[in-house]
């Protein structure tokens, strides 16, 4: 009896202490148990590191982080990215430091002696230095590009669908309108028209480019969240208790809408990578000497036999980059999906 | 209708839906009737139910009276003040005074909120409690007014079964202190088991807080049990509105006839007896109601002048309301 009257009131204080787990909480659980889309998050990870840290940009001065500034140095990569020893180039990939690779003649003393893992491009330039320091254009593009398109596409659409009837009609018209243009016509057209004399600029104009050609997915799929959820008892219990239209939007609508944006978003960066590429492929992206993946390859396929690592290991970077974002988009849709509920 | 003890008081309420046509120049081509010209009143502390088949206009009804519709014609006075004629703030107002319980526990409450946040959302909408510490309190009396525990406030709704739910949105509704409450078959998504446990809780909130309720569903026995008065409603008309048992002991209306006698009899012996009234046909589409009696296609007892002459709703003595030639 007295173990029993002893143990009750513990049992109230668990209770009170157990918070609920939100279906936020509950997603993430999921996920986590999804070895590709985890496997996804990790080389997702390694990459936003890569990009933030591929040289002192970010701690020298952000202002600088695309590297105008040339007091900049390489922190994870062995090289510059902009630099090398021509008298050493289009050397195939080694393990072995220059000094003691055969037939190299790099000047150590002004370039180090850090192998060439991913071996060098024409100029001399260390391929692998490149890839990493690619990976700050090609990201960047991928989000920046996508949240641009979700902030667009989640506004215009939120207001289409709150709204319905007429309005909805003729704003989803001209998505329609829009979506009738060839995507990459539109952006190299945007791309030739926006000047682009330095970096900065380029990739700006890369961001303006996708966002106006990568909303309308965006904008529909909001639209056809907030549509079907506006018909919702939950909404309608919102009204009745006499929320404001701004408060059922931002507290209700879109918290519910969410998960599909996130998912697509996350599916949309890769698309968005690969844009960059071909973009930089045709010369309309990033301007030399900064490394975009693209660019890369751009400048690599004319030797393909000769110097095929100049084409193949950034390849590889793009490929791998959008298998790890396409699983985690698939573990995210997966995890978020309401109808994979307990089903794991 | 010049009682003082009237709280709500309906007059002609119409509802139709507008069907259109065409691309981008959207053409009016018809409406839907769901609720085509109800009245009644309700008094203060009483609760009617409304009852009829799925689809007749119960549930629009009840969205219509609380402007969740903003009803196509008639009147509705709440306390006086005709609700068709708020706007904006006013309206708003108005909703710290009258309430809903919806039929779909699952669906009625926001999946991504906690309960304590869905409870509240009443309270800082209308600025209620200064504090969040009183809202908080205020929060956990509620749950504790509908026979929660007090610490479920920070769970979230899928966390809880059906009948849990459902409590969760009758404290969410009498958050407000609201005088009424429309009841949109708040029973039929349940068990049966938890159906008795949320109209004795609805019993019991309506003696402690004095509260009227519009009672909808289509359980004719729910609604026997429940209410003072009761409404029969078919093709978003009223066909018969009478006290409780004058309703169920003498029902004049054909179309209450054939409903009530679907209603099985837990007595093997009088069971036996039952005559059951099948009406033929579907119910006629709202869109393009029968003209007349809109029940004259399927009345067992039809007459000429029902598919020329549309029955006034009338009194016909001791507050039994009836729309039929017949009488």
């Not at chain 2, 393009?288 to 007892?301: A, I, V, Y």
């Amino acid at each position: 009896m007295t173990v029993r009257s002893s143990a009750a009131p513990a049992v109230i204080e668990l209770e009170e202490a157990r918070k609920g787990v939100g279906l936020w909480g509950d997603a993430w659980q999921r996920l986590l148990r999804n070895r590709a889309a985890v496997a996804g998050m990790i080389f997702s990870a390694i990459l936003v590191i890569c990009a933030l840290f591929a040289d002192t940009a970010l701690i020298v001065a952000i202002p600088n982080a695309l590297g105008a500034d040339l007091d900049v140095k390489p922190l994870l990569t062995p090289y510059p990215f902009n630099r090398g020893d021509t008298r050493c180039n289009r050397m195939g990939p080694s393990l072995l430091p220059p000094s003691r690779q055969e037939g190299c003649i790099q000047d150590i003393e002004k370039y180090g002696n850090f192998p060439h893992l991913m071996g060098t491009d024409r100029l001399g330039r260390d391929v692998f230095s490149r890839v990493i320091w690619g990976t700050r254009i090609s990201l960047t593009v991928g989000i920046v590009g996508s949240l641009t398109a979700l902030i667009i596409g989640t506004v215009y659409g939120a207001i289409s669908g709150y709204f319905g009837g007429r309005i909805d009609n003729y704003m989803m018209r001209f998505v329609d309108v829009m979506y009738g243009f060839p995507t990459l016509l539109f952006v190299i057209l945007i791309m030739v028209v926006l000047p682009s004399e330095n970096a900065v600029q380029g990739m700006i104009n890369i961001f303006i480019a996708i966002g106006v050609v990568g909303w309308m997915g965006m904008a529909r799929l909001i639209r056809g969240q907030f549509l079907s959820l506006r018909e919702k008892e939950f909404i309608e219990a919102a009204r009745m208790v006499g929320t404001r239209p701004l408060s059922i939007i931002f507290r209700h609508l879109l918290p519910n809408s969410l998960g599909p944006a996130i998912v697509a978003l996350t599916l949309s960066i890769p698309g968005l990578i690969l844009t960059e590429a071909v973009l930089s492929f045709i010369g309309l992206g990033v301007p030399p000497p900064f490394p975009s993946w693209g660019i890369m390859v751009n400048e690599g396929w004319r030797g393909l036999r000769a110097t095929p690592h100049l084409t193949i290991f950034p390849g590889l970077a793009i490929t791998i980059t959008m298998m790890a974002f396409n699983f985690l988009g698939d573990g995210l849709r997966d995890a978020l999906d309401p109808m994979m509920r307990g089903t794991t | 209708m010049s009682d003082n003890n009237i709280l709500l008081d309906v007059q002609d309420l119409k509802m139709y839906f507008p069907i259109t046509q065409g691309l981008i120049i959207q053409r009016h081509v018809g409406d839907i009737k769901a609720v085509d010209g109800i009245s009644f009143s309700i008094k203060k502390g009483e609760t009617l139910g409304l009852v009829g088949e799925s689809g007749c206009g119960k549930s629009t009804t009840g969205r219509a009276i609380l402007q969740l519709y903003r009803p196509t014609g008639g009147h509705v006075f709440f306390k006086g003040d005709d609700l068709t004629k708020l706007k904006g703030e006013a309206l708003r107002r108005k909703r710290r005074q009258m309430q809903m319980i919806f039929q779909d526990p699952y669906a009625s409450l926001n999946p991504r909120m906690t309960v304590g946040n869905i409870i509240s959302e009443p309270l800082e909408v209308h600025n209620i409690y200064r504090t969040k510490a009183e809202r908080q309190e205020r929060v956990q009396e509620l749950l504790r007014v509908v026979g929660l525990n007090p610490y479920f406030v920070n769970r979230y709704p899928h966390e809880f079964s059906g009948g849990q739910r459902q409590r969760i949105g009758v404290a969410r509704a009498l958050a407000v202190n609201p005088e009424f409450i429309v009841c949109d078959e708040p029973i039929s998504a349940l068990d049966v088991s938890i159906q008795a446990q949320i109209i004795n809780l609805l019993e019991d909130l309506q003696a402690e807080f004095n509260l009227t309720y519009l009672f909808i569903a289509h359980d004719l026995s729910v609604v026997r049990h429940i209410s003072d008065r009761v409404a029969v409603m078919y093709l978003g008309k009223l066909a018969e509105l009478a006290d409780r048992d004058e309703l169920y002991n003498n029902p004049l209306h054909p179309y209450t006839q054939a409903l009530l006698s679907a209603v099985p009899i837990p007595d093997p012996v009088i069971e036996e007896k039952r005559q059951r009234i099948i009406l033929e046909g579907d119910v006629p589409s709202p869109a393009n109601p029968p003209t007349g009696c809109n029940f004259s296609t399927r009345c067992p007892r039809v007459m000429d002048i029902c598919k020329e002459v549309d029955p006034e709703f009338r009194d016909l003595g001791g507050d039994h309301w009836v729309a039929c030639h017949l009488y």
